[in-house]
C-alpha cells in the first residue's frame, strides 16, 4: 500500500520560504498526480496545487505567486516551497496522491505542522 | 473558483440514527464530488468518489448522492465510531475547492 510522509522544517520565520518533501513509499511516483493541501489550526482544507510526475503543475491561484512545486523521480520524492511567508501560512501541510487529473485525491500523508514566527 | 457550501456546520445525533450532510455548488460540478471524513489529528479518508461511489473498505452505511450542484452524504445509522468532521470536495474544476466541514457529534 502507498505510503506518503511529510518532512521539513516544523518553524519557519516570517518572510522566509517554507520547504517541505514528501517520500512516496510502497508505490511509484509515476504516472500519478501529487497533490499538497494545507489546514491552519481548527480551520478547514485549502488545496495549494499539484504536480504530475512529469513535472507539470497546477497551483490555486490564491497562492500562485508565492508556490513552487518540484519532483525528484529517482528519489521517489515530490517538494512544496512557498515563499515570503507569514503568520497565516500557519498550517498543518499534506501531501497526497490523486489517479489522474480528474480524479479524487485517494492517499495522503500523515501530515506536519508548519508555524510561522520569529 | 468554485464556492462548496456545507450544510449544518455541525450536527449531534445519536448512536443509531440516519444522518444527512448537505453540500452546495457555486455551479454545477456534474457528478465530479468526493466526500472525506477527518478525526482530530489524522489526515482525510476518502469516503465517497464520484458523488455516490463508495471507496474500497468504507462501511456500507456511508452513501453519497446528487448530482449537478446538490449533494448529501448519508449516514444510515450513526456508529460512535463516526464522530468526525466531514468535507465535501469538487474535483470538476481547478482549483479544486472544499466545503467548510461539517463537525459531527454523537448524543
Known amino acids: 500500500q502507498v505510503q506518503l510522509q511529510e518532512s521539513g522544517p516544523g518553524l519557519v520565520k516570517p518572510s522566509e520560504t517554507l520547504s517541505l518533501t514528501c517520500t512516496v513509499s510502497g508505490g511509484s511516483i509515476n504516472n500519478y498526480y501529487w497533490h499538497w493541501i494545507r489546514q491552519p489550526p481548527g480551520k478547514g482544507l485549502e488545496w495549494i496545487g499539484y504536480?504530475?510526475?512529469?513535472?507539470?503543475?497546477s497551483y490555486n491561484p490564491s497562492l500562485m505567486s508565492r508556490v513552487t512545486m518540484s519532483v525528484d523521480t529517482s528519489k521517489n520524492q515530490f517538494s512544496l516551497k512557498l515563499s515570503s511567508v507569514t503568520a497565516a501560512d500557519t498550517a498543518v501541510y499534506y501531501c497526497a496522491r490523486a489517479d489522474g487529473f480528474g480524479q479524487p485525491i485517494d492517499y495522503w500523508g500523515q501530515g506536519t505542522l508548519v508555524t510561522v514566527s520569529s | 473558483d468554485i464556492q462548496m457550501t456545507q450544510s449544518p456546520s455541525t450536527l449531534s445525533a445519536s448512536v443509531g440514527d440516519r444522518v444527512t450532510i448537505t453540500c452546495r455548488a457555486s455551479q454545477s460540478i456534474n457528478n465530479w464530488l468526493a466526500w472525506y471524513q477527518q478525526k482530530p489529528g489524522k489526515a482525510p479518508k476518502l469516503l465517497i468518489y464520484k458523488a455516490s461511489s463508495l471507496e474500497s473498505g468504507v462501511p456500507s452505511r456511508f452513501s453519497g448522492s446528487g448530482s449537478g450542484t446538490e449533494f448529501t452524504l448519508t449516514i444510515s445509522s450513526l456508529q460512535p465510531d463516526d464522530c468526525a468532521t466531514y468535507y465535501c470536495?469538487?474535483?470538476?474544476?481547478?482549483?479544486?475547492?472544499f466545503g467548510q466541514g461539517t463537525k459531527l457529534e454523537i448524543k
Open positions: 504536480i504530475y510526475y512529469s513535472g507539470s503543475t
Open positions: 470536495q469538487q474535483y470538476n474544476n481547478y482549483p479544486r475547492t
